[in-house]
């Protein structure tokens, strides 16, 4: 029977260790993804049809100008809604390392509706304790979703440039993160709004 060299024994116990580390740090890594912190900061840039509707917390303060360009736009069979979502995700001070977000799939609701989706695919450390702004740009056509007048859907996308309540807006985002064996996606979405206006973020 054929004996296996000694220095073997050294090579395959050295690789099982940096396996063993390599498994270790993966597995840190991934849980710090899962301890960040993700929720819904403000939404800015807003436009309806083209018109800017930022501060806009009615139908009833558009200008009649406004109101004729809405409606002329209802009127083709569209009425193009845009905005910048900013989401704050917040790698908690008690972690030891930086979670590194590489991408994150997403789909936007409204009304408890599910809507458009995309994906975010640029590279965000998150250093402990110090919150980053991740801003989304979002189109999507109002009719294409909801079946309203003009006055409803311009008080659903008003509600999204004001106070809007928890239920009006979510995210549901997939997040992936870089790890030692290369990126890992989070086994399950999680479903993000704004802890600013009453709600809460929600992470299995």
């Known amino acids: 029977m054929r004996t296996v060299p000694p220095h073997w ?4 116990a050295t690789g099982l ?11 840190r890594e991934v849980s710090n993804l899962r301890k960040v912190n993700f929720q819904i900061e403000r939404v800015s840039q807003t436009r309806l049809a083209g018109v ?11 200008r009649s100008a406004d109101v004729l360009r809405l409606g002329a736009a209802l009127s083709e069979g569209e009425l ?18 930086d979670a590194r977000l590489t991408e994150m799939d997403w789909t936007l609701l409204l009304e408890e509706k599910e809507t458009v989706s995309g994906r975010f ?13 991740i801003s989304l740009q979002i189109e999507l056509d109002l009719i294409r979703f909801f079946d309203d ?14 106070d809007a309540p928890p239920q009006t807006l979510k995210l549901r985002v997939q997040p992936t993160v870089d790890t030692a064996l290369g990126p890992l996606q989070y086994p399950s979405p ?14 299995p």
């Open 9 to 12: 024994y050294v090579l395959l």
């Open 17 to 27: 260790l940096v396996m063993s580390i390599v498994g270790c740090a993966t597995l």
């Open 52 to 62: 800017d509707i930022t501060n806009l917390q009615s139908y009833d303060e558009l």
């Open 80 to 97: 193009p809604l845009s905005f910048v979502l900013h989401i704050q995700a917040t790698n908690p001070a008690s972690n030891n390392v």
């Open 121 to 133: 695919n640029r590279e965000v450390v998150l250093p402990p304790g110090n919150p980053k702004d």
């Open 149 to 162: 007048n003009l006055q409803g859907l311009v008080n659903i996308a008003s509600a999204l440039a004001g």
């Open 190 to 203: 999680i479903t993000v709004v704004s802890e600013e206006v009453g709600g809460t973020t929600r992470q």
